[in-house]
């Protein structure tokens, strides 16, 4: 079994302004459309069995149309191999309705970001949600690192997950972009070893500018020996594949995972065992 621990979809009208919008603001050019029927072609073509989608709730208005779109996606589940998260927004007041709701109609996690939300993960608004989540059983996936569009902002760098992870000890929670994106020298020293999963998404994968005359100004990608030192560090049993498509090509990610050099055992548990487990009945 293999399932894509980290993808992004938008509605099929808005798809190709939001995608298009992300690509200039970060110079990074999509391998997808953004769109739901795109990816679904993606997964048949590299025979992944589920997808999940993680939606971003930017401004707390978002949330009931986010959630209500997830509900959608997850009835369906079964056909499209498409299985949606929660978004929830630090400055939703009623956080714990909008997590025993999600809970309750068979969400089974939500993506924060606080890069995009503009709060520090250790802030106690996401403490709080971060907390309820794992009180109803639920998987939390979170930005983790500086971001590729504000590499400047230290919102959920390893030393803030540190402090969260401290504060509310989390039995759940999924760090993307292998604990945190361009500061993997922190993550090694801070988090690995933690009750954490990392996921694999933008970490390793090169990344294609859509202007190549414009340099990076940090060096943006794990080598792939590097990537493999800390995922055995971390321990295998704690990595999930993630693609984070459409910024990266599923099958290209695979492959690059199955060149690593992990033992079968191991290989097998990223691509799939892990997440099985982690989203536990599919």
């Not at 739901?36 to 997808?51: A, F, G, R, V």
């Not at 993960?121 to 989540?133: G, T």
């Not at 080598?223 to 030192?229: A, E, G, L």
Request: glycine share 6%; hydrophobic share 40%; aromatic share 10%.
């Amino acid at each position: 079994m293999i399932i894509d621990f980290h993808t992004h979809t938008f509605p099929e009208a808005i798809a190709e302004r939001a995608v298009t919008k992300l690509a200039n603001s970060s110079n990074m050019q999509n391998y997808l459309s953004g769109k739901t029927s795109d990816l679904q072609t993606s997964m048949q073509e590299t025979h992944i069995d589920y997808s999940i989608l993680l939606p971003v709730v930017t401004k707390p208005s978002q949330q009931e149309t986010v959630n209500k779109s997830a509900l959608k996606i997850n009835d369906h589940y079964q056909e499209t191999g498409l299985i949606s998260f929660g978004g929830i927004h630090p400055d939703n007041d009623h956080y714990r309705d909008i997590i025993r709701s999600l809970k309750g109609n068979g969400i089974r996690g939500i993506k924060i970001h606080p890069v995009f939300q503009e709060t520090y993960i250790d802030d106690i608004r996401f403490l709080r949600i971060i907390d309820c989540a794992c009180e109803n059983g639920m998987i939390v996936v979170t930005h983790a690192g500086f971001d590729i569009s504000y590499p400047g902002l230290d919102y959920v760098t390893p030393s803030h997950i540190l402090s969260a992870i401290e504060q509310v000890k989390p039995d759940k929670l999924v760090l993307a972009h292998m604990g945190g994106w361009n500061c993997w020298d922190e993550v090694k020293e801070l988090l690995v070893g933690k009750n954490v999963w990392f996921d694999t998404s933008f970490s390793f994968y090169p990344i294609r500018p859509m202007n190549a005359a414009i340099p990076y100004a940090w060096k943006p990608q794990l080598t792939m020996s590097q990537f493999k030192d800390l995922a055995l560090s971390h321990g295998t049993d704690h990595i999930l594949f993630g693609s984070d498509s459409p910024w990266t090509a599923q099958t290209e990610n695979i492959a690059l995972l199955q060149e690593c050099g992990f033992t079968d055992t191991s290989l097998k548990a990223i691509l799939g065992k892990n997440a099985a487990k982690l989203l536990g009945a599919l």
